[in-house]
């Protein structure tokens, strides 16, 4: 497995084809909404992302390098 992904990535076959599903200002918005009181499940449906994900975003676990 690890020898596959190393394989991937030199090639360039690491990335999605249609980019990122989410951009740095849709992370800024999910983090005010969450600040603002608003749940996870309504900041997934608006963004059309999973509530883990939203949850990720908000821990920064996920996208931490954007403020």
Known sequence: ???NQA???A???NRSP???RLT???VRDI???HAAGESRRAIARIHSIS???VTNIV???AWRKID
Do not use: C, L, T, V
């Open 18 to 20: 249609n980019g990122p």
């Open 31 to 33: 983090r005010a909404r």
């Open 7 to 9: 394989d991937k990535a």
């Open 51 to 53: 509530m883990q994900s």
């Open 11 to 13: 090639k360039g076959r």
């Open 24 to 26: 740095p200002g849709d």
């Open 59 to 61: 821990a920064r676990r």
């Open 1 to 3: 497995h690890r020898d």
